[in-house]
Nanobody, 119 residues
Framework: QVQLMESGGGSVQSGGSLRLSCAVS????????MGWFRQAPGKQREGVAI???????NYADSVKGRFTISRDNAKNTLYLQMNSLKPEDTAMYYC?????????????WGQGTQVTVSS
């Protein structure tokens, strides 16, 4: 069983920065693909960034150059550094762990942390 808990959300002005953290408990964290997703009111959940067990990353076009995903396997923690935030980044942010290492089936989810960006 894998459990995830996000922290670090909050309210910032446009252009500001936030760093989200996701504490992961359970086995095999270092071998799992991890990801950050977000869902704004009235919109579908979308992928923000993923990081494979070997450190390979992938980002949504909307956040490239502004967000950085990273992982600390010694601390079982996933991070999302968000810079140059825009009002359209406002959403509930979730971290997730994949089920079988393919970076496709994310079956473990946290409760989410709210990010609000004001103009």
């Amino acid at each position: 069983q894998v459990q995830l808990m996000e922290s670090g959300g909050g309210s910032v002005q446009s252009g500001g920065s936030l760093r989200l953290s996701c504490a992961v408990s359970g086995h095999s964290y270092s071998s799992r693909c991890m990801g950050w997703f977000r869902q704004a009111p009235g919109k579908q959940r979308e992928g923000v960034a993923i990081i494979d067990s070997d450190g390979t990353t992938n980002y949504a076009d909307s956040v490239k150059g502004r967000f950085t995903i990273s992982r600390d396997n010694a601390k079982n923690t996933l991070y999302l550094q968000m810079n140059s935030l825009k009002p359209e980044d406002t959403a509930m942010y979730y971290c997730a762990a994949d089920l079988d290492g393919d970076c496709v089936d994310f079956g473990y989810w946290g409760q989410g942390t709210q990010v609000t960006v004001s103009s």
